[in-house]
């Protein structure tokens, strides 16, 4: 017999909030492109650093948050340690979020404050999972990739936290050296190989897939959780050995972790081209979009190719794997709750019967055309086409507050 | 005394919502008897290790055997060899799914 957690679904009045902020982080995110213009198109601008903050803090991270307390127990296979914590993660990450996004856009003072606020919600979350894990006696991919992904968030807050210091005025550091590193262990080190990690679990769940090797995930971990460690230790050992073989391996990892997908889709019983399955397909062209343009990048040099290649990687690749995640998990959460008693008593929805078809439908294509339209912005710094862009994502993020808010209260 | 066939229709109420084929013609049920004193037995397995309702499907399961008439207890055998794959489920199914 297998054994089985007792704490499969924490209560969904503990996760709902964390993907009500998301969704609506996800828009005031695309209403701030509104206010950027073509001459903030530089990696360090503070409007720039703003707007990632508020995608990345705001968006991506309290979504993933929220579905990490949901998804832990099941991959994990044990109960949370404490999951009463989640209570207290949201409203620190969103309190904390927004301190320093107006930090960043004209009220320095507010950073360290802001930092620190959002540095105790990622310690009670990392501590919390860090104490689950210890809990299970052998160790997975997953739950290896899980544990590698918030070993890296817990130094990259802390990271963070000491050049919002020095951005601040509090503390003298060099914020450019730290830059990299503090970019590396959050956005590579913790969101993708989270990603990486629950992509072993999740995508074989949803499309059935089955007899796929899992050896090509396991390189694709491992070079980019090398390639992450390189590029730390070349923040603070300046060797331009260190950052390039970092970035390379970085890049090829990422190569892998494509491959590996296509293995998964390719072995999937359930062809079915839903929402979720059209989700991701846009989300991993982002990612090798990105990828092109981060080679094109190191071959010539031009910001506009870097910042265009984050925009992908974000906007595109994260943005896409979580919304298409959200239209599986909330459905999920909400049956369990709402609807499980009612079995055999009386007719129920089947999960996909919860997805909004028009709205879910709008929110891709939207967002879909503004992510492209803006990635070609950024490549040709174009004013008029970043307020074009940022007109459909704006549409893009309604129709999603407007999904989210459908599934929640589907009756 | 049930048969398996009977034991198999009663199991076959179970839907999976997700899917939303029930679990016998997705081939999850590997077997399932019953003794004279209404003891029932069922083996079965889930499309992937990591599905969030494990509990809730054997409850299910279970839930569906007593409601036969005369059935006391029902043992759920969770178990993860063979491996489901998509060729266990009926042919009805995987045209189902296979269409995109």
Redesign the interface.
Known sequence: MFPISQDFAPPFKLISPFFILGSLFYLLSAIYIFFISAENLFVLDTKIVGFVHLFLLGFIMMTIFGAMAQLVPVVLEVGHFGVELFYAIWPLLGIGTIMMVFGFVGYPMLLPFGGVVVLIAMMIFVMEIFLTIKKIKKFNLVMKSILISNTFLFFGVILGLVMALGYSGLITVDINMLLRGHLFLVIIGYIVITIMGLSLVLLPMFGLSHGFSHKPLERAVLMVGTAVILVVASSFYPLPILEYSGYVLAILGLCIYFYFINTIYKTRARKEIDIYAKSLMFSYFSLIASLILALLYFLFGAQELLLSSGWMMFFGFFAFVVTGHVYKIIPFLVWFERFSPLVGKQRVPMLADMVPKKSSSAQLLFGAIGVVIIAVAILLQDEKLIKAGASFLLISTLAFVKSVFFMINYK | MYSKEELFLAIS?VID????FNLVEMGLIYDASCDVDGNAYVKMTL??????????IQQ?VK??VLKMANIKSVEI????EP????TM?DEHV?QA????
Not at chain 2, 47 to 56: G, I, N
Not at chain 2, 83 to 86: A, C, K, L, V
Not at chain 2, 97 to 100: A, D, E, M
């Open positions: 109420t919502p997700e899917v939303g499309s992937t290790k990591a599905c969030p309702m494990h509990q809730l299910w839930e569906a055998d969770l178990v993860w491996e489901w794959n998509i489920a995987k799914l296979s269409r995109g």
